[in-house]
């Protein structure tokens, strides 16, 4: 099992990240977590075919983790796919979505392909080996009552990866390390957003769980040269160091337990 991190940027828009998005490989299948601005170039600059994609999960509608979905969509359509694509979004989000992409003439009628849309509130299940687990995160909850008000949803997930190699949490956007500290407690990897969570609380929970192997991704600019200091190949005398993202870093679950 595969993790790619092809969008590794904060919310910020910086020359030499893309947004946020995670490819999840294992064997010929390929699930992508989020969609941020430059998901599509960034597929391609790593040999990746779109069109191939299995389903597209949306953790929540912050643009820096859905801006590249509709180009995406295009890409494929343009490729002339005809396999369903399966995408999940938080529950209440469908319609929006289905306007959305009415909007910008991507009809059902005129498609190559049927995007599927269903609400993201159950176990995904990719082939017969990979399970994706949504739980619900906080980083949502300072914008509830005025989204209320607004008439939408405020929810946001994050996932729970299951495998033949282990098992990993992706983060996505969270209100700090306690949304996601039980499920990555019986995971083997954490890749774990490093906007909302502070450093020292990151290098806090891998003290009490050593075997945890933390990549940092959401890379803020403020980080960047704390980035630097923790290159994916410092060994930093740990058994497993805290690593920074950079684009299209990859990462083999079974050479990290």
Same mark, same amino acid.
């Given at each position: 099992?595969?993790?790619?991190?092809?969008?590794?940027?904060?919310?910020?828009?910086?020359? !030499?990240?893309?947004? &946020?998005?995670?490819?999840?490989?294992?064997?010929?299948?390929?699930?992508?977590?989020?969609?941020?601005?430059?998901?599509? &170039?960034?597929?391609? #600059?790593?040999?990746?075919?779109?069109?191939?994609?299995?389903?597209?999960?949306?953790?929540?509608?912050?643009?820096? !983790?859905?801006?590249?979905?509709?180009?995406?969509?295009?890409?494929? !359509?343009?490729?002339?796919?005809?396999?369903? *694509?399966?995408?999940?979004?938080?529950?209440?989000?469908?319609?929006?979505?289905?306007?959305?992409?009415?909007? *910008?003439?991507?009809?059902?009628?005129?498609?190559?392909?049927?995007?599927?849309?269903?609400?993201?509130?159950?176990?995904?299940?990719?082939?017969?080996?990979?399970?994706?687990?949504?739980?619900?995160?906080?980083?949502?909850?300072?914008?509830?009552?005025?989204?209320?008000?607004?008439?939408?949803?405020?929810? #946001?997930?994050?996932?729970?990866?299951?495998?033949?190699?282990?098992?990993?949490?992706?983060? #996505?956007?969270?209100?700090?390390?306690?949304?996601?500290?039980? &499920?990555?407690?019986?995971?083997?990897?954490?890749?774990?957003? #490093?906007?909302?969570?502070?450093?020292?609380?990151?290098?806090?929970?891998?003290?009490?769980?050593?075997?945890?192997?933390?990549?940092?991704?959401?890379?803020?600019?403020?980080?960047?040269?704390?980035?630097?200091?923790?290159?994916?190949?410092?060994?930093?005398?740990?058994?497993?160091?805290?690593?920074?993202? !950079?684009?299209?870093?990859?990462?083999?679950?079974?050479?990290?337990?």
């Amino acid at each position: 099992m595969q993790f790619i991190l092809t969008g590794t940027a904060s919310g910020i828009p910086v020359a !030499h990240r893309r947004h &946020a998005s995670v490819l999840l490989r294992h064997g010929q299948r390929m699930v992508l977590l989020d969609a941020g601005e430059g998901v599509s &170039a960034s597929l391609l #600059s790593q040999d990746i075919d779109p069109v191939l994609l299995d389903a597209v999960l949306i953790s929540h509608t912050h643009a820096d !983790h859905v801006a590249g979905l509709p180009l995406l969509l295009q890409g494929m !359509h343009l490729a002339e796919r005809e396999a369903p *694509l399966d995408i999940r979004v938080p529950p209440g989000r469908e319609q929006w979505f289905r306007d959305w992409f009415a909007g *910008l003439y991507i009809f059902e009628e005129k498609w190559s392909f049927p995007v599927i849309l269903r609400a993201l509130d159950d176990e995904i299940r990719v082939g017969e080996e990979l399970r994706i687990r949504p739980f619900p995160n906080r980083h949502l909850d300072r914008v509830r009552e005025l989204a209320g008000r607004h008439g939408i949803p405020a929810d #946001s997930f994050s996932f729970y990866i299951s495998g033949p190699d282990g098992g990993a949490v992706v983060s #996505s956007d969270i209100a700090s390390i306690d949304d996601i500290a039980e &499920a990555a407690a019986t995971a083997d990897l954490l890749i774990i957003d #490093s906007t909302h969570v502070a450093v020292g609380e990151l290098e806090a929970y891998m003290t009490a769980h050593p075997e945890l192997t933390v990549v940092c991704t959401h890379v803020p600019p403020e980080l960047e040269p704390e980035a630097g200091r923790h290159r994916p190949d410092d060994a930093s005398g740990a058994s497993h160091p805290l690593l920074f993202a !950079h684009d299209g870093m990859r990462i083999d679950l079974e050479n990290h337990q």
